[in-house]
């Protein structure tokens, strides 16, 4: 990936980040501010009901204290307090004190617990109620729960037990009204928040025992057993809980309710269970705000990446252009091409960075020059000693040989005669050496260019090793065995056979000199991807890091007698092949020569083809 894209990237996912991190923040904090609120909330409405309920309750304590204060119950109680009475003249009683004081529920019980009248079940009539000593309180009781039998089921309802004390048998009034629809529904709720009324009884939660005003017909009607967790947890811990009740998938429909216990009258601590008040806040507001808030996150993140991406486009350019300008620039340089230079603009870190690339450029072509100067005089110098070297072995022959001839020309014409007739054949000889010299010299200056011919580099190594197969088991010297070890499957190349026979053999030429003492010579080709590999390798003393590094140096030589070309004549058949020449040596461990030429296939097959 190239610079410019890794800092766009990188800028526009720290807007991304960025905005991420406020938008999680804002939900963060809207949420934590979002339930404290709903704390709050549900406390105010808890105590809201509390007070709504005590208000209610002590309307029920009026009213039966307004009963049983009553002309009626007092006529009731004197006359049933003296000689035993028929009390059934006070059947429809109770029915007639409720409907005027608007009691749902009223009851008139004599001091045996016997029910003297009943309002809400007239059948009940002479009946002992169940636990009524449990009723009996001091005169300023206040309100209280009781579930209350009906003939078609029960009813939760808020009581009062008010006792007329007339005469020797005191007539207790139990009266309530209904916690029903009409009692929540007087509740003042804000809105999203509402109230509902579960009756506990029963073992297992029954969806018919809840009461929810807000459900005005059945089809605005949620079920009743997404409640059923909330309302068990309640029914076995016995104290308040809190649950969110998910109606639908949508999110907005939710709602957390506070399930608050509603227990009866007992001579304990705790009384019994008899309902559960659910006060539920609706979630809508919260879930569409954070649907707004990660709208807006969206929004101001997508502007924001947009407005990245064109800020980072530019600042990108601005900061990678000379970048790229430099990156350019130095690929010049490594491509040999010195004098590349680079626009300065500015004072900044780059444009610094680009002078200082400048400079740098100038003081290499500066120290190339001085190089390249270097190397032409050390070159010369070499040409000259090695000229000097070769020069001056034929030339002291030729002085000796002149110098016999005039001494011999002063003692006598007899003597010169046969003098001269041996320096003849001396000054020819070492003429005609002079004479190969100067030619090596002259051969090296005018190297063909190399004419490509499909080439069977096989067919070249063995020619050349039974060219020297001779020479390498002459008796002059100690025998050196030649192994060859050719590539069978290997295919022509184009090449110029005659040159590169010339190159090889000088390879092989110099691994012979390097084993005066015996030892192997080793021929291998193999291919390797698009190139053809020759190696010529010998087992003789080995070259040390200095010499192999200055061995195809033109005129260097480490032998005795040798011009130092042959190696310089092998690279440059190599190289105007397109080629590489290495060496590989250690000191006593003999060295080898690599070969790599490139196969040029289509090069091949044209001149074959032009061949045909």
Not at 60 to 72: D, L, T
Not at 221 to 242: F, G
């Amino acid at each position: 990936m190239k610079f410019r894209r890794k800092l766009l990237a990188v800028f526009s996912l720290t807007v991304f980040v960025s905005v991420a991190a406020v938008a999680w923040l804002v939900s963060a904090v809207t949420r934590r501010a979002f339930e404290h609120s709903e704390d709050e909330r549900t406390s105010a409405l808890v105590t809201q009901f509390g007070r709504e309920f005590t208000r209610q309750g002590d309307d029920v304590v009026r009213r039966v204290e307004a009963i049983s204060a009553s002309e009626a119950v007092t006529r009731m109680a004197l006359a049933l307090s003296h000689t035993p009475a028929d009390s059934s003249s006070y059947f429809d009683l109770a029915k007639s004190l409720a409907e005027n004081n608007q009691l749902d529920f009223l009851e008139l019980v004599d001091s045996q617990g016997k029910i003297i009248s009943s309002a809400q079940w007239p059948a009940k009539f002479g009946y002992p109620m169940d636990a009524f000593s449990a009723f009996l309180s001091p005169p300023s009781q206040p309100a209280f729960l009781k579930q209350e039998e009906l003939q078609d089921g029960t009813a939760l309802g808020l009581f009062a037990v008010r006792t007329t004390r007339v005469g020797e048998h005191p007539i207790s009034v139990i009266g309530g009204q209904r916690l029903d629809k009409n009692f929540l529904s007087r509740l003042d709720w804000p809105a999203g928040t509402r109230a509902l009324l579960y009756q506990n009884r029963g073992d297992r939660f029954a969806p018919e025992l809840l009461v929810d005003p807000s459900a005005t017909s059945p089809e605005h009607t949620h079920p009743a057993e997404k409640l059923e967790p909330l309302i068990d947890s309640v029914r076995q811990y016995n104290r308040e809980m809190t649950a969110v009740v998910h109606w639908s998938a949508d999110q907005a429909d939710d709602e957390e309710f506070h399930a608050i216990p509603l227990k009866g009258p007992s001579a304990g601590q705790e009384g019994p269970l008899l309902g559960i008040l659910l006060i539920g806040n609706s979630r809508r507001t919260y879930v569409e705000l954070k649907r707004h808030i990660r709208s807006v996150a969206l929004l101001v993140g997508g502007g924001g990446v947009v407005l990245a991406i064109l800020l980072s486009s530019w600042a990108a350019a601005r900061v990678t252009r000379p970048v790229e300008q430099l990156a350019h620039a130095a690929g010049k340089v490594a491509a040999g091409h010195w004098n590349a230079r680079v626009d300065v603009q500015g004072s900044d870190e780059l444009a610094q960075l680009a002078e200082s690339f400048n400079r740098m450029t100038e003081e290499l072509l500066n120290q190339k020059e001085r190089l390249v100067q270097a190397e032409r005089v050390a070159a010369w110098r070499e040409l000259a000693r090695r000229l000097a070297h070769e020069l001056k072995n034929p030339l002291f022959p030729l002085q000796l040989t002149v110098e016999n001839l005039l001494r011999a020309r002063q003692q006598g014409a007899e003597q010169f005669d046969e003098v001269f007739r041996e320096s003849s054949q001396t000054l020819l000889a070492e003429v005609a050496n002079l004479k190969a010299i100067v030619g090596r010299f002259s051969e090296f200056s005018r190297m063909p260019q190399p004419q490509l011919q499909p080439v069977q580099v096989n067919a070249v190594m063995t020619g050349i090793a039974q060219l020297f197969r001779a020479q390498l088991e002459s008796k002059e010297h100690s025998p050196i065995r030649c192994a060859i070890e050719l590539d069978p499957n290997l295919e022509p190349i184009a090449a110029d056979a005659e040159l590169l026979h010339r190159a090889i053999s000088n390879l092989v030429l110099n691994a012979m000199d390097a084993m005066p003492q015996g030892g192997t010579l080793t021929l291998r080709t193999r291919g390797a991807d698009a190139k053809v590999v020759i190696e010529v390798a010998d087992t003789g003393q080995g070259l040390t890091p200095e010499e192999c590094e200055r061995i195809f140096t033109p005129y260097y030589t480490s032998k005795q007698h040798g011009t130092g070309l042959g190696l310089a004549i092998a690279q440059s058949v190599v190289s105007d092949h397109k080629g590489r020449i290495g060496v590989s040596s250690q000191p006593g461990r003999g060295t080898t020569f690599v070969i790599e030429l490139p196969r040029n296939s289509d090069a091949a097959r044209d001149t074959s083809a032009q061949t045909a």
